[in-house]
């Protein structure tokens, strides 16, 4: 008699190589991503994702922000197809979008509930009505604080803080002998980096990028104070090596103790109320992000959202993925992970309306009510032809503004005057929007 194992066996090598097979036709989604804190918390929650899409396989690219912003301009502009899904912001969405360079993202699923995604978000990532990335975390800036070294000094941090004011808390707070800094703030060169923050600082002291017919105003009397005034403070109550710090540097340096104070993006509360991520969770305080002349662009907006370059060859199984990365689910996900503090802020009115996060977050209203007031279209005091709080919703506005951050970053460290740096911005500015056609 034949033994009855045989067939059985047959059966599962059967099935291996099916498996093995279909695992070698599984769609490969190649994700460009920067190296912040809430997409590595992506990344190490994304095995959920793939063991619920068996057929479709997730590879990651990691970059440090100045470096993933160079690659997806140069893969969307040459549309060489390497990514599937870019992590891009605010800024190029709605250009690129108009460019046809990205897939629409329309007939999301009924269960995604678009309309739970904050308005302000959705129409910051929309061209003529049409949405082109989905949000992954919304952010306007805010001050973080030290509850404790303000109360051994005896001073109190006013719900809205002028810059005049923070600079005196600075001085009162910096103890350098006891690596104890006043300020932390962004220093490193980049158009989203320390242009980013020296944009709103510029804003509110009543500056502006262009006037109505484009001429660059960087070497105007509010241009000079305001990065006067940022240059000195760093000097004075800053850390050593400003000039190279940007947000995941100052993030580091506020949650290991090291900054009094840090005005940065309002996604920062998250990590630095976070037990696990940082020392200082049960002594921050918060307050909005600081005036000086005007309350006009002192603080940003800004998206880090999941977008489908048009070259991308594996659409669908990427519109899966970033419909998941930006669901209700994966805000639960992340929750049961690191705690409801730590959830990607900004994105859908449902994680505001949770009891669990209110009281994990105390900052949940205060950030949602920051993100709905700035106003992109008013940024500035007077008369403007762009839009844009921290930045100049213009495609040129990548490279002059690299390079304007460049030279402040070089005043920064000492290697050039202020005036100097604003009269290389000023020209660098100018020829830009002259050879593109924007003045007259």
């Known amino acids: 008699m034949k033994p009855t194992f045989k067939p059985a066996l047959n059966v599962f090598g059967a099935a291996a190589l099916a498996c093995a097979a279909f695992s070698a036709n599984a769609a490969t989604v190649t994700i460009a991503t920067l190296n912040n804190p809430d997409m590595i918390e992506l990344k190490k929650l994304s095995p959920a994702f793939e063991k619920a899409n068996p057929d479709i396989k997730l590879n990651w690219v990691i970059l ?17 197809g390497q990514f599937d899904v870019m992590t891009i912001g605010a800024y190029e969405t709605p250009q690129w979008g108009k460019r046809g360079w990205l897939a629409p993202l329309t007939g999301l699923p009924a269960d995604y509930d678009l309309n739970d995604v904050v308005k302000t978000a959705r129409d910051g990532l929309s061209y003529n009505g049409t949405l082109f990335a989905l949000p992954f ?7 973080y604080y030290r509850k404790d070294l303000f109360a051994a000094k005896g ?8 810059y005049d004011q923070i600079a005196q808390f600075a001085d009162k707070l910096t103890d350098k002998s006891a690596g104890m800094y006043g300020i932390c703030l962004r220093g490193k060169a980049g158009w989203g980096e320390n242009m980013a923050y020296v944009t709103t600082l510029v804003n509110t002291f009543g500056g502006r990028w262009f006037d109505e017919k484009w001429n660059a105003q960087l070497t105007t009397p509010e241009w000079k104070k305001a990065v006067s005034f940022y240059t000195d403070l760093l000097k004075k ?10 947000f995941n540097e100052n993030l580091t340096l506020m949650s290991s103790g090291k900054c009094a104070m840090w005005i940065d993006a309002t996604v920062a509360a998250g990590m630095l109320y976070n037990k696990q991520q940082s020392q200082i969770s049960d002594k921050v305080g918060f307050a909005a992000a600081p005036t000086q002349a005007t309350p006009n662009g002192s603080h940003w907006l800004w998206a880090w959202a999941l977008a489908i370059p048009k070259s991308s060859k594996q659409a669908d199984a990427a519109k899966k993925f970033i419909t998941w990365a930006t669901s209700k689910q994966y805000i639960e996900l992340v929750a049961k992970d690191e705690g409801w503090a730590s959830v990607p802020p900004g994105t859908r009115q449902s994680t505001y309306a949770r009891p669990e996060y209110k009281q994990a977050a105390p900052f949940a209203d205060f950030v949602l009510k920051a993100i709905e007031t700035a106003d992109p279209n008013h940024p500035t005091a007077k008369p403007v032809p762009y839009t844009g709080v921290q930045f100049v919703g213009i495609p040129e506005f990548q490279s002059f503004g690299t390079v304007v951050g460049q030279s402040i970053s070089g005043a920064v460290a000492g290697q050039m005057s202020v005036d100097q740096a604003l009269a290389a911005g000023n020209a660098t500015a100018d020829r830009a929007v002259k050879q593109a056609g924007y003045q007259k």
């Not at 975390?137 to 001050?143: F, I, P």
């Not at 109550?237 to 940007?246: E, L, Q, R, T, W």
């Open 64 to 80: 440090e922000e100045n470096v993933l912003r160079q690659r997806a301009t140069t893969d969307i502009t040459t549309g060489s």
């Open 137 to 143: 975390y919304v952010e306007s800036s805010m001050t």
């Open 155 to 162: 001073l109190k941090m006013p719900d809205a803080p002028t």
């Open 237 to 246: 109550d800053g850390p050593p090596g400003a000039s190279s710090n940007g």
